[in-house]
């Protein structure tokens, strides 16, 4: 089986929705009164709480891969003070005023193919 990253999200969410279902069926068997208002509201709050955790999941994953960036660039020789990098470790602008060129960008294919289609007539 091939390792994935854990998502605490989708085990938040799935959670939440099983405890909705398992008292879903607790109300239908008459083990237990549970108000028909608070089962759909249980639902929308699951994904919330999941989006909240999904958030927070990416800001810190962010988070960590630039500090790992950022100590990276800094043991590599040759690159000036900040390691290509401008003091607070943002990309410093290009020198020629042109376009700045964002390395290791999802949406990279797609701003090619956007600008094939604009050259294009």
């Not at 990253?5 to 083990?31: K, W």
């Not at 960590?64 to 690159?79: C, I, N, S």
């Not at 602008?93 to 999802?106: I, K, V």
């Amino acid at each position: 089986m091939t390792r994935h990253p854990f998502e605490p999200a989708r085990l938040l969410f799935g959670l939440l929705l099983l405890a909705a279902g398992v008292l879903y069926v607790l109300d239908a068997v008459g083990e237990a009164d549970v108000n028909t208002v608070f089962l759909l509201a249980l639902v929308p709050a699951a994904l919330v709480v999941g989006t909240l955790a999904s958030v927070t999941t990416f800001a810190v994953r962010r988070g960590l891969a630039r500090r790992r960036g950022l100590r990276e660039q800094g043991d590599q020789v040759g690159h000036g003070e900040h390691g290509g990098q401008g003091p607070e470790g943002r990309e410093a602008p290009a020198p020629d005023g042109g376009e700045r060129q964002l390395p290791d960008l999802p949406f990279d294919e797609l701003r090619l193919g956007y600008r094939r289609s604009r050259d294009t007539p």
